[in-house]
């Protein structure tokens, strides 16, 4: 069974940076797509960055420029760089993945979700 278990959530102030990771178990995560999403209070879960299996990374127009996704297949992890947060970034960031494609699309039937991570952004 595929688990995921993400870190490196909290509160920064707007401007700041964070990082967030994801460790993997229970697959062959060479063959899935990673990625994030996000869900601020009272809106829908949103798609925020994915990687896939030889590293292409695809990331959200609302965070271009500033967040950036890697993985590293040894380690079975993936990582989002969140870099200039704003206050709108704010909410809980899950890890996902799904075997061969990670759609852009928050479907909860995807392969695994983690448990989600708070960031807050203040001023």
């Known amino acids: 069974q595929v688990r995921l278990v993400e870190s490196g959530g909290g509160s920064v102030q707007a401007g700041g940076s964070l990082r967030l990771s994801c460790a993997a178990s229970?697959?062959?995560?060479?063959?899935?797509?990673m990625g994030w999403f996000r869900q601020a209070p009272g809106k829908e879960r949103e798609f925020v960055a994915r990687?896939?299996?030889?590293?292409?990374?695809t990331v959200a127009d609302a965070v271009k420029g500033r967040f950036s996704i890697s993985r590293d297949n040894a380690k079975n992890t993936v990582t989002l760089q969140m870099d200039s947060l704003q206050l709108d970034d704010t909410g809980v960031y899950y890890c996902?993945?799904?075997?061969?494609?990670?759609?852009?699309?928050?479907?909860?039937?995807?392969?695994?979700w983690g448990q989600g991570t708070l960031v807050t952004v203040s001023s």
């Open positions: 996902a993945v799904n075997r061969w494609v990670l759609p852009t699309i928050p479907d909860r039937h995807l392969d695994a």
């Open positions: 229970g697959g062959t995560f060479d063959t899935y797509g």
């Open positions: 990687v896939s299996r030889s590293g292409v990374s």
